[in-house]
Structure formats: structure tokens, C-alpha cells
């Protein structure tokens, strides 16, 4: 077994006086040899920054966001290391992982998988929970403890959002852009979870953010969701964030701050308008 | 003979508030449809914006630009429209037209062609100097004469200088990131040019900035230059900055504000932290 910990730098960009890193290495969770970003801000003080997650949606790998989303002026500014994440196992080499753009490779769901076929390699749940977690520790807040926050897109909207809800104490914010709300009652969610999780429906639930919200039993929290209007995925009801807002109305302790932006799409031109935003909002709980 | 000024839209992505669109033309010049971006910020007032185009380097397309360097939220702050032509004529059938990537398809260096092979399509300078311009007076300005600047990257650094320096009464500024600043005297430049205008030298000199320099008799202009420092093709002598400086020494009428950015590459993690400042620079003249 090798070391996770252990990396292998791919590639280094200077970009806004910060290093846009991308690195390299061997996942005992997962199996494969998986590479994530890692945006560090310059840093001339001795004092440990804060980490945001990134978890990107359907089809993407570690580097959409780091090119599209233009980030890293405002992790700069606000000097949070920002980590992105692949967004399934690479190269396992089980049949069928690499035909379907919405299921396999590109398309983990941030779930554990239970069905044999994809249990010993899809578990992008633990992966960005906890091995995740541990590689940032070692390598880039020098054994301190994490200050960390979490968000994505879509795929990663719903990732951000179960993996917050799942464990309050180890997130300080989370927020999600155009996010698969209620993956139990979408297609995507749907084909994804039967073909993870098997056709027992009751085993979904804990992968869910609108059940998630009725178990949680963190500290209040607000959550804070962007959603474009003219997003294609929301028309077509793989998206759902009425459902999120309607299952918070029976808690008092999360509450969503759904914004819905008139005219926009799903595309990143849309993460990039508010990407912005989003920094400010993780700033304030990250820096106290 | 279509008309070069009738667009179809290919696509549309409201972003910072404006729309990022491309679209499709016959060229009359490239005798190719050709597709262009062009950012159109939001305007409430019934004032004609002013213009910037934007010229790519080598292998790029009119996407690199729009989905890469995070322009759009200066283009709207400044409201300021953004045109970024692709880089060379498309599926004209030209034998060993896409066999090398920086010669041919995606490498039309912004000038226009004379070698029998080349020169009924690869005209890339009068594209973008006038038919592109008639493109935009029609579509986007209300037929008002422009108000329009010019900057790049790399091949289109060169492309953007070489026609300012050929038109100073049609551009009000120019600007560039790391420039192909002497193209007759670096490897790009001579098989480009080779290629394209044929063995005899004296025929480059009309698409060199060091040259055109020399021979430039428009007002006192100020170019704008930022070059990374890491960057391999300034480390290959491709770029060669340097001679650009040295060639505005022997005039008082072009001045380069070359600035060496310590640690920065030639790729669009440069482009997008020095971009803003790119804006702010064109603004000042675009806007008086």
C-alpha cells in the first residue's frame, strides 16, 4: 500500500502571485492513481491559511474549474488554498466505466458505492472526506488541523452539500452552484444511485441533501445556492432546488439561501459571474 | 458572393451580466465560413460602446480567450465589446493545411498570404482589419464609425501590434501579452513567413513590428507589454521583446512599457491576472 500522502507534482502555473499546482497520487480509497488541484495563494505570513474544497459536476476531471472559473484572483485576495478534486476513479478498468457520460468514470456522485461491481474503487464519498483531508494536512498546512470549507456544481453542488451535511464538525461553510438538489428524484440521481448503491431505494437516503436536511443535527447553518434561470437541467428537473428549500422549511437549523440569477445557464460562464460571491460568503466563516 | 455582415448566432451565454456570444460568417476575404466571439456587455443607456478585439496565439480558436482569461467581468465594468476572431481561415482544403500546429490551420500569423498555395484564403490581416471591422459596424455599433483598440497573445500579440502600427488612425491603443515581437528573426516568424510570403525577406518586413517601428508615422503611442519571465518561448527566443524595445529607441513616436512579470509562463494563467490591467489601459483611450 503507498502512501496518499505522498504527491507527485503534475504540472505548476504562477497565476495571480499564487502557484495553480496540480498534483498526482496513489488513492487507497479509490484504487487508482487519481490527480487533484491545489491553488496556493502567496503567503509571506507564517500563519496557516484555510482550505475550500471544489467538487466539479458530470464529465469534468481536476481541470475545469482551475481554467474556467477564474477563482483564483479572489482565492488570492481572500488567501484560502482552494483543492478540486477528479470527479470519479481514472482507469480501473471495469466494464462499462467508460461508456456513459453521466455513470462511471467522470461521474462518481461523491458516493461509496455498495454494488460489487464498483464498490472496491468508487468511493469518492471517503475519498474527498477523509483520505482528501489527510493529503491536505500533510502537504499543505503543515500537520494543523483543517480549517475547511466546502462547494461545487451540479454533481458537485449535490457532493458539497451531502458531504456537509453528513459531517457538520468538520466543515465550516457550504454552498453550491446550480446543484442536483434531490438526486433520489432525478434521473441522473436516479440511474447513478441504482447503479452504486442497488435498487433498494431506502439505501439512497444517506446520499441525499433534501433527507440529509431532516437528520441533520449540526450547528445552524445557511447554505447558499446559485442557480441560473435558463439553465437547461433545471427545466428538465434534474436539479430541483425547490425540493432543497421545501425540506428546510422543516427544520429550524439549515436554512437556503436560493438565489435564483435571472437569465443565466448551467455553463461556466455562470460560475464564473459569482464565483466571486461565493469566496466573500466562505470567507467569513473561514477567517473566524 | 454572401455578405460577410449577416451572422448566425452559434451560441449565447449571459455572463457578468452581458452575453458572451459567438457567431458564424461567410468571409469574403478567408473565402471560409468563419466564426468569431463577441461579448456584448449589458448597456442600458443608448450610448455606442467602444470595441476591443482580441487576437489568440497559435492552435487556439475564438474559445480560448472567451472561456479561459476571465476578460468578461472588465468588458463589462468598463463596458467595453469584445471581438476575438479565430486565428486562421478553416477547411479550406489546402494540401498539409492541418498537418503542423504553427503553420496552416490556426496559425494564420495576421498577415496576408502571397505564395499562390495560401493567398486566396490566408489573408488574416485584411479579415481583421476590414472586413472584421465592417462586421462589427453593422452588427454591434449601429453602423457608428468605431472607436476600437486592438491587443493579443503570442502570434496574436504580434498581429495586434503589426496592425496598430499599420493603421494608427484606425486603432486608439494597442496592447499585448508576450508578443512574437521580431517574427523575421526568430523560427516561427521565418517558417511562417516563408510559408506564407514567400523566400525573399524583404517581402517580411511589412508584418514585423521591429521594422514597422521604424517606419511608423501616426501620433505618439504608448504599447503596452507584459511578458512572463518563465515563459519556454521567451527563454527559445521566439518572443524576443527585447529587440522591440530596442527598435523604439531609434523613435520618439513609439514608446513599450515592457513589464518582465517575475515567475509568470506564456499560458492563460498569465493572461487572466494581467488582464484587468489590460482593460484599464485601453479603457483610458477608448473612453476619451
Known amino acids: 500500500m503507498t502512501?496518499?500522502?505522498?504527491?507527485?507534482?503534475?504540472?505548476?502555473?504562477?497565476?495571480?502571485?499564487?502557484?495553480?499546482?496540480?498534483y498526482e497520487h496513489s488513492s487507497n480509497e479509490l484504487k487508482c492513481t487519481m490527480k487533484f488541484a491545489a491553488y496556493l495563494?502567496?503567503?509571506?505570513?507564517?500563519?496557516?491559511?484555510?482550505?475550500?474544497?471544489?467538487?466539479?459536476?458530470?464529465?469534468c476531471t481536476e481541470q475545469n474549474f482551475i481554467t474556467k472559473s477564474g477563482f483564483q484572483k479572489y482565492a488570492q485576495e481572500y488567501k484560502i488554498i482552494v483543492i478540486a478534486p477528479d470527479t470519479s476513479p481514472r482507469g480501473?478498468?471495469?466494464?462499462?466505466?467508460t461508456e456513459k457520460w453521466d455513470f462511471g468514470e467522470g461521474a462518481g456522485f461523491y458516493v461509496d458505492s455498495t454494488e460489487p461491481k464498483w464498490a472496491r474503487n468508487y468511493r469518492m464519498y471517503s475519498y474527498v472526506n477523509n483520505e482528501l483531508h489527510e493529503v491536505i494536512r500533510k502537504n499543505?498546512?503543515?500537520g494543523d488541523d483543517l480549517r475547511v470549507s466546502i462547494f461545487g456544481h451540479s454533481m458537485g453542488g449535490h457532493g458539497a452539500m451531502i458531504s456537509f451535511l453528513k459531517n457538520p464538525n468538520k466543515y465550516k461553510s457550504v454552498s453550491a452552484f446550480s446543484p442536483i438538489s434531490n438526486p433520489i428524484n432525478c434521473d441522473w440521481g436516479k440511474n447513478a444511485f441504482t447503479g452504486y448503491l442497488g435498487s433498494n431505494v431506502e439505501n439512497w437516503s444517506a446520499y441525499d441533501?433534501?433527507?440529509?436536511?431532516?437528520?441533520?443535527?449540526?450547528?445552524s447553518v445557511e447554505i447558499l445556492v446559485d442557480q441560473g434561470t435558463e439553465d437547461n437541467f433545471l427545466k428538465s428537473n434534474q436539479l430541483n432546488p425547490d425540493n432543497l428549500v421545501k425540506a428546510c422549511e422543516d427544520t429550524s437549523s439549515v436554512r437556503v439561501n436560493l438565489r435564483n440569477q435571472e437569465g443565466y445557464d448551467h455553463s461556466y460562464y455562470f460560475i464564473t459571474t459569482f464565483i466571486g460571491d461565493h469566496f466573500e460568503f466562505h470567507a467569513k466563516y473561514l477567517k473566524n
Chains 1, 2 share one sequence.
Do not use: A, H, R
Request: proline fraction near 7%.
Open 92 to 97: 480501473c478498468k471495469i466494464e462499462g466505466e
Open 140 to 142: 499543505f498546512t503543515n
Open 3 to 22: 502512501d496518499p500522502t505522498v504527491l507527485k507534482l503534475v504540472s505548476s502555473n504562477k497565476c495571480f502571485q499564487g502557484l495553480q499546482n496540480v
Open 209 to 219: 441533501s433534501c433527507c440529509l436536511v431532516k437528520q441533520y443535527n449540526g450547528p
Open 41 to 59: 495563494p502567496k503567503n509571506d505570513s507564517q500563519e496557516t491559511l484555510p482550505v475550500l474544497i471544489w467538487l466539479s459536476g458530470l464529465t
